[in-house]
Antibody, heavy 121, light 107 residues
């Protein structure tokens, strides 16, 4: 059974940093692309970033480019999102999601339950 | 970036109704269109990928159609567990983008 468990969400002040983690199990992690999607309170879904199976290709939304870094440790079956220079508009539930194959630019077939990031002074 | 526009943003329906939600892309995305269902406080769930392919385990009352710029999600016979918000997403290129969502409410 595919399981994705996010962690690392917290309250942080504007300008601060946070690292999210997503522990994966139930599938061969390195064979699949992974994605972060966020949802601000009461709002819709926003695609944030994606990474290919071995991490060689990464993609970002314009809203986070230069501030967020996606990475993965295939030896630990774990996905990361390093978030720097956080802004109030980054406040959201962050979901990690699995892709259906190696390519990062595809839909997400399994999702974690999300972790809440609150950016506020 | 490709803009995705869903309509309506909300609708009221009764159990047993046929429900149709539309999604329009700002330019052609071939069949790179996916549909998700999200219930309050829960993660999204993939329903349809590649415009018309039903994800494993999803009931056959859900169907998708379209190509190019215009797409449709249809629920043939609405069930109580189908009251939720539905999102379309294009995966033609990055950044992948979602529609604004359609909330299906009980009439």
């Amino acid at each position: 059974e595919v399981q994705l468990l996010e962690s690392g969400g917290d309250w942080v002040q504007p300008g601060g940093s946070l690292r999210l983690s997503c522990a994966a199990s139930g599938f061969s992690f390195s064979n699949y692309a992974m994605t972060w999607v966020r949802q601000a309170p009461g709002k819709g879904l926003e695609w944030v970033s994606a990474i290919s199976g071995r991490g060689g290709s990464t993609y970002y939304a314009d809203s986070v480019k230069g501030r967020f870094t996606i990475s993965r440790d295939n030896s630990r079956d774990t996905l990361y999102l390093q978030m720097n220079s956080l802004r109030a508009e980054d406040t959201a539930v962050y979901y990690c999601a699995k892709g259906p194959f190696y390519d990062a630019s595809a839909y997400s077939d399994y999702w974690g339950q999300g972790t809440l990031v609150t950016v506020s002074s | 970036d490709i803009q995705m526009t869903q309509s309506p943003s909300s609708l009221s329906a009764s159990v047993g109704d046929r429900v149709t939600i539309t999604c329009r892309a700002s330019r052609s995305i071939n069949s790179y269109l996916n549909w998700y269902q999200q219930k309050p406080g829960k993660a999204p769930k993939l329903l349809i990928y590649a415009a018309s392919s039903l994800q494993s385990g999803v009931p056959s009352r859900f169907s998708g159609s379209g190509s190019g710029t215009d797409f449709t999600l249809t629920i043939s016979i609405l069930q109580p567990e189908d009251f939720a918000t539905y999102y379309c997403q294009q995966s033609y290129n990055t950044p992948l983008t979602f529609g604004g969502g359609t909330k299906v409410e009980m009439k």
